[in-house]
Structures are given as C-alpha cells and as structure tokens.
C-alpha cells in the first residue's frame, strides 16, 4: 500500500473519530430538566433590556432577533455542552434561533 493511501486512510479514520466524539458531546438532551417541544417564557431579563437571539448556540454568535422580558416562546430543543452554558433553539413569530437557557423556563400548561 502506497504512503498517499495510507495518509488518506488515516485522516478519514482521524475524521470519523472527532465526528463521533462531537455528536456525542453536543446532542438534544431531555435530561437536566430541558423538555423540548413545549412553550416557555423569558426570564431574568431587566424589564428596560432585551434577549439576544443567536445563529448558533454561543454567545459569539450573530445576533439575529431579541426578546422582551416576559414573552413566551416555543423550545424547539436543548443541547449541553459540557463546561460550557447550555443553549436552546426557540422559536416566536419570525424569529427562530439560540438563546442560552438560564434565560427560559418552562410554562405550565394547565
């Protein structure tokens, strides 16, 4: 087996490890107490501030909205990351995006 083959091999083998490790690591979860598929509102905004939506789940990311204090919203999913906040994608109106989930929390439903 020529030495470009072998690189090649194990690069691709490379890949698919690192692949698998972050599909693992950044994945829905229903546990910590994140349900998905349900309304939740905005909390622990100052009533004169607002929520920053992201692209992605990281506070780096590009803003694409903001939410008032109080507004209720769809949990579309969560994902951990560990050592890291944990983020989940929302939905409300035109506006669909990640915001970090100290700032959600669950709306009863009666």
């Not at 546990?31 to 992605?56: E, F, P, S, T």
Request: proline residues 5%.
């Amino acid at each position: 087996m020529n030495t470009n083959l072998k690189n090649l091999i194990a690069a691709t083998t490379a890949g698919l490890v690192i692949i698998s490790a972050a599909a693992f690591s950044i994945s829905p979860t229903l546990a910590h107490g994140y349900n998905v598929g349900v309304a939740g509102q905005v909390i622990n905004v100052a009533v004169w501030d607002k929520l920053n939506v992201r692209k992605w789940p990281a506070s780096y990311s590009q803003k694409i909205g903001e939410l008032p204090p109080q507004t209720i919203v769809y949990i579309e999913r969560c994902i951990t990351k560990p050592h890291v906040s944990d983020w989940c994608k929302i939905g409300r109106d035109n506006t669909y995006g990640w915001v970090n989930s100290k700032f959600l929390t669950i709306v009863q439903q009666n």
